[in-house]
């Protein structure tokens, strides 16, 4: 497995989460991009955020901007998305990703993914 994702789980409304890529050593470079995307139950996967591995310039869709945080642990080969303030709507599979080339938020240009893990925002 190249990318397992971890930390999903039934969180209230308002609460907190952080989710967990683990990166198999070889997949990862300078220039790489490690992204979240998620499907909410029935609709299509979207984009959340994403950073360079190098240099941990990040982007956020508008959706999540202000809420979620993504950093890297360049030790570890880990990506982490900080989920604060969540709301019922962010209910969905979250999905990490790696993007060797520039920076995009189309799930075309990401070539390898992980498993997904469940998150669910109850009311």
């Known amino acids: 497995v190249q990318l397992q994702a971890s930390g999903g789980g039934l969180v209230q409304a308002g609460g907190s989460l952080r989710l967990s890529c683990a990166a198999a050593?070889?997949?990862?470079?300078?220039?790489?991009?490690l992204g979240w995307f998620r499907q909410p139950p029935g609709k299509e996967r979207e984009f959340v955020a994403a950073?360079?591995?190098?240099?941990?310039?990040?982007y956020y869709s508008e959706s999540v901007e202000g809420r979620f945080t993504i950093s890297r642990n360049g030790a570890e080969n880990t990506v982490y998305l900080q989920m604060n303030s969540l709301k019922p709507e962010d209910t969905a599979v979250y999905y990490c990703?790696?993007?060797?080339?520039?920076?995009?938020?189309?799930?075309?240009?990401?070539?390898?993914w992980g498993q997904g893990t469940l998150v669910t925002v109850s009311s």
């Open positions: 990703a790696a993007n060797r080339g520039g920076p995009s938020r189309r799930m075309a240009d990401f070539d390898s």
């Open positions: 050593s070889g997949i990862i470079f300078n220039s790489s991009y």
């Open positions: 950073i360079r591995w190098s240099g941990g310039m990040t």
